[in-house]
Nanobody
């Protein structure tokens, strides 16, 4: 069974940076497309970024384009989210997710939570002065 564990969250000032990591165990990630989602209390979970199993196909939500970078290291079974120029509105719990439905494009994967087979428990990111 695939298990995901996120880390790297914390408190950062506006304009600062954080690098989130998602480490997988139980199965190799090379057969999974991966994604980062985020959620604030009272709102739906929203897609932030997706990356194909090969790392070639990458999608970002408009709200994070130019500021966030997703990457993966299949040899380390790890996916990353580098977050720069953070804003208070980026404050949320960030979740890592994996799907074996690698035939879907990034635009579909970033909008459809139901296709994901595994989720991490999340890591809190707070952007505040």
């Amino acid at each position: 069974q695939l298990q995901l564990v996120e880390s790297g969250g914390g408190l950062v000032q506006p304009g600062g940076s954080l690098n989130l990591s998602c480490v997988a165990s139980g199965k190799t990630l090379e057969y999974y497309a991966m994604a980062w989602f985020r959620q604030v209390p009272g709102k739906e979970r929203e897609g932030v970024s997706t990356i194909s199993n090969t790392g070639v196909g990458i999608t970002y939500a408009d709200s994070v384009k130019g500021r966030f970078t997703i990457s993966r290291d299949n040899a380390k079974n790890t996916v990353y989210l580098q977050m720069n120029s953070l804003k208070p509105e980026d404050t949320a719990v960030y979740y890592c997710a994996a799907t074996g439905a690698t035939y879907y494009g990034g635009d579909y994967l970033i909008r459809n939570l139901r296709v994901y087979d595994a989720w991490g428990r999340g890591t809190q990111v707070t952007v505040s002065s």
